[in-house]
T-cell receptor
Framework: SQTIHQWPATLVQPVGSPLSLECTVE??????LYWYRQAAGRGLQLLFY??????ISSEVPQNLSASRPQDRQFILSSKKLLLSDSGFYLC???????????FGPGTRLTVT | GIQVEQSPPDLILQEGANSTLRCNFS?????LQWFHQNPWGQLINLFY???GTKQNGRLSATTVATERYSLLYISSSQTTDSGVYFC????????????FGRGTSLIVHP
């Protein structure tokens, strides 16, 4: 069966510090991968998605970036965090477009 | 892009009550999912239902694609049903971009 992992679970970082969040999927090959952010107030905002290694599409211009160095690994990064980067970051995968998405447990990021 | 509206935004129930949550979308869809976000933030898949009706225990869902809406029914609600319910759709434009509604926050009191 497929599983999705995210770490760390929680993170407190000062403004201006770098960020690296990791997501890995097990039990499937060449999945679509997604990064979402959920700020207070509930809505999920799609940040990046990837349909293959090295293929990243950005939905929202900001100081975050994403990379997919391996088939089942998706990394969210920032060189310098802003206060507005605080939120709950969720990684998700699907077999391909049009199929069910499955979410990881999330990382709660607080920028101080 | 496709617009997704969920109603009601907030719902408070007594244990044992039934409820209906609605999701309206603005265009034809390839994919529609219902999720439950528990108090710890985990998004749990409830239904993958681009059309038709499905049931899983006390929960059921119906999507009428031609009329661009989906309904999630919760019967005999329990306190563990509390959380936020999201509808997410993927339009038929060939993109890989799921669009989420803003959710319905449900609180079930004992």
């Amino acid at each position: 069966s497929q599983t999705i992992h995210q770490w760390p679970a929680t993170l407190v970082q000062p403004v201006g510090s770098p960020l690296s969040l990791e997501c890995t999927v097990e039990g499937t090959s060449n999945p679509n991968l997604y990064w979402y952010r959920q700020a207070a107030g509930r809505g999920l905002q799609l940040l990046f998605y990837s349909v293959g290694i090295g293929q990243i599409s950005s939905e929202v211009p900001q100081n975050l970036s994403a990379s997919r160095p391996q088939d089942r690994q998706f990394i969210l990064s920032s060189k310098k965090l802003l206060l507005s980067d605080s939120g709950f970051y969720l990684c998700a995968w699907s077999v391909t477009s049009g199929y069910e998405q499955y979410f990881g447990p999330g990382t709660r990021l607080t920028v101080t | 892009g496709i617009q997704v509206e969920q109603s009601p935004p907030d719902l408070i129930l007594q244990e044992g009550a039934n409820s209906t949550l609605r999701c309206n979308f603005s265009d034809s869809v390839n994919n529609l999912q219902w999720f439950h976000q528990n108090p710890w933030g985990q998004l749990i898949n409830l239904f993958y239902i681009p059309s038709g009706t499905k049931q899983n225990g006390r929960l059921s869902a119906t999507t009428v694609a031609t009329e661009r809406y989906s309904l999630l029914y919760i019967s005999s609600s329990q306190t563990t049903d509390s959380g936020v319910y999201f509808c997410a759709v993927e339009g038929r434009g060939g993109s890989y971009i799921p669009t989420f509604g803003r959710g319905t926050s449900l609180i079930v009191h004992p």
